[in-house]
T-cell receptor, first 114, second 118 residues
Framework: DTAVSQTPKYLVTQMGNDKSIKCEQN?????MYWYKQDSKKFLKIMFS???????INETVPNRFSPKSPDKAHLNLHINSLELGDSAVYFC?????????????FGPGTRLLVL | AQKVTQAQTEISVVEKEDVTLDCVYE???????LFWYKQPPSGELVFLIRRNSFDEQNEISGRYSWNFQKSTSSFNFTITASQVVDSAVYFC???????????????FGTGTLLAVQP
């Protein structure tokens, strides 16, 4: 059984397009995250949601808009894609309680903007 | 501010050698959590271990062991008798604990690329 899944796994698109990445977890977690891994492998938090509520919003261009329809899903929509958006985007989830800090990651979505 | 430093960018060893990956962290919190994740060439992020700031016991899991020392703010990872399958990028990460819940995020180090040669 897949714990945290993401679709698509690969995404190749042209500059200026709008695209979405979907994330689903079946772990019963209530907190979900988006992280970005750049070409140098550096991982950085973008957003977190808890029970459909936005909790963390790091300094991310407003072209990026997360949406959580329910606590098992967290999607990421990107408008007007730019070359610099090329990266691997990871979804993660955990139980949002103190002491249950471990985040489990999805397989990643490799986005290439041409 | 929180920070995680992995000074070793790349390490190359020959199979069966022991190797230690260093991790040094900075935080002002008294409660925090430390993690190691493995990223093999296939790209996924695999959770290896979590350590709480109030538990300084070292841990061993098979060929893997972790040495947590609050006095030096370090959380080092040793692989004994390395194997080719250990080749990966290893990330150390830190999460605050005082606030708990959904506000906590992982602060990652820059990763160490481990190459194990046959």
């Amino acid at each position: 059984d897949t714990a945290v899944s993401q679709t698509p796994k690969y995404l190749v698109t042209q500059m200026g397009n709008d695209k979405s990445i979907k994330c689903e977890q079946n772990l019963g977690h209530d907190t979900m995250y988006w992280y970005k891994q750049d070409s140098k492998k550096f991982l950085k938090i973008m957003f977190s949601y808890n029970n459909k509520e936005l909790i963390i919003n790091e300094t991310v261009p407003n072209r990026f808009s997360p949406k959580s329809p329910d606590k098992a899903h967290l999607n990421l929509h990107i408008n007007s894609l730019e070359l610099g958006d090329s990266a691997v985007y990871f979804c993660a989830s955990r139980l949002g309680q103190r002491g249950l800090e471990t985040q489990y990651f999805g397989p990643g979505t490799r986005l290439l903007v041409l | 501010a929180q920070k995680v430093t992995q000074a070793q960018t790349e390490i190359s060893v020959v199979e069966k050698e022991d190797v230690t990956l260093d991790c040094v962290y900075e935080t002002r919190d008294t409660t925090y959590y430390l993690f190691w994740y493995k990223q093999p060439p296939s790209g996924e992020l695999v959770f290896l271990i979590r350590r709480n700031s109030f538990d300084e016991q070292n841990e061993i899991s098979g060929r893997y062991s972790w040495n947590f020392q609050k006095s030096t703010s370090s959380f080092n990872f040793t692989i004994t008798a390395s194997q080719v399958v250990d080749s990966a990028v290893y990330f150390c990460a830190l999460s605050e604990g005082n606030y708990g819940g959904a506000t906590n995020k992982l602060i990652f180090g820059t990763g160490t690329l481990l190459a194990v040669q046959p």
